[in-house]
């Protein structure tokens, strides 16, 4: 389990870097530490946080072929505005079900069981991750909204 946690944590780190986070902040510190071993925690805890950084990973890879989309439709000078809309639709929940639904190893009821407990039964909220991953999607592959 240590190792696992180390390894994890050095992929949450590369993850943060990537995104352009800051690893002097509580949270950076305490990846920091994960990475050097001094903290290791229980296998659920472990899956979480590899879920979480899967999700990461997935979010700048697709944040990555969206701004480039966006970027020879409407140049440098409106990077913000894309800026803006990835980041009012990109949630870590959205990633990690676009991640459980494209594994081929779970059944479709794995899958169903597995979202419903990451997007819980609220129906305003399945709605607004539903709009937020169609959000996404128009982005990967258009560009813009």
């Known amino acids: 389990y240590t190792q696992l946690s180390k390894d994890l944590a050095n992929v949450q780190i590369a ?7 800051d690893l002097q902040t509580d949270a950076g510190k305490q990846l920091v530490a994960m990475a050097n071993g001094d903290v290791t925690y229980p296998p659920e ?5 590899a879920n979480r950084a899967k999700a990461d990973i ?3 890879d697709l944040q990555r072929q969206a701004a480039d989309k ?3 439709k409407y140049g440098a000078n409106n990077m913000a505005a894309f800026k803006q809309e990835w980041a009012n ?3 870590s929940r959205v990633f990690q079900a676009m991640n459980i639904y494209k594994d081929e190893d ?3 009821e794995q899958k169903k069981s597995q979202i419903d407990k990451l997007l819980g039964k609220d129906e305003a909220q399945r709605k607004q991750f539903y709009q937020q991953y169609q959000n996404i999607n128009k982005l990967v592959n258009t560009g813009s909204l």
């Open 45 to 49: 805890v472990l899956i979480n946080i």
């Open 106 to 108: 779970l059944t479709a």
């Open 70 to 72: 966006f970027y020879r």
């Open 89 to 91: 639709n990109a949630d």
């Open 58 to 60: 997935t979010n700048i």
């Open 15 to 21: 993850a943060l870097q990537a995104s352009g986070g």
